[in-house]
């Protein structure tokens, strides 16, 4: 069963991003920003190589703040940030060089919607933490009982 977990963050000076530490595929180490507002999970070009991710011949089109680019699809085997994990994560690699050249940091990737969506996710500014609890989903048998579907 998925684990609740608070993370700590740094925020950035230079942008207000929300920073945290992740694992991608088990053993590459990888700055994240946190972005609530991104569809999906990113990574760098220079993180896939490193954590030997498998690109897919499609293509998609990332809609940024700055303007637009083409991304290549992938699968990640794994993504961890704290002791929570997340397997077979569909990420967009794409060149993070204007970011990075922004706000100067070495971001090597976004948390994006398709990650947080699995938690209820709580961020403590004061604090400086994230608070991640997995949501609960229910049964077949439960889904049903509520829409009526069995009876009792």
Request: charged share 20%; proline share 2%.
């Amino acid at each position: 069963m998925a684990q609740t977990a608070n993370i700590s963050f740094r925020i950035n000076t230079r942008a207000p991003l929300i920073l945290i530490d992740g694992v991608v595929n088990g053993d590459t180490a990888v700055r994240f920003v946190v972005d609530t507002g991104a569809s999906t999970t990113v990574i760098s070009s220079e993180v896939a190589t490193r954590a030997r991710v498998t690109i897919k011949k499609r293509r998609a089109k990332a809609i940024g703040a700055d303007g637009s680019q083409s991304a290549k699809i992938a699968t990640l085997t794994s993504l961890s940030v704290g002791k929570i994990r997340v397997a077979n994560l569909g990420a967009a690699v794409m060149d993070l060089g204007s970011l990075n050249h922004a706000t100067r940091l070495n971001i090597g990737g976004i948390l994006g919607f398709n990650f947080l969506k699995r938690y209820t996710t709580t961020i403590n500014y004061a604090q400086r933490t994230i608070r991640f609890v997995p949501l609960v989903r229910p049964t077949r048998a439960v889904q049903q009982r509520q829409s009526g579907s069995i009876s009792r």
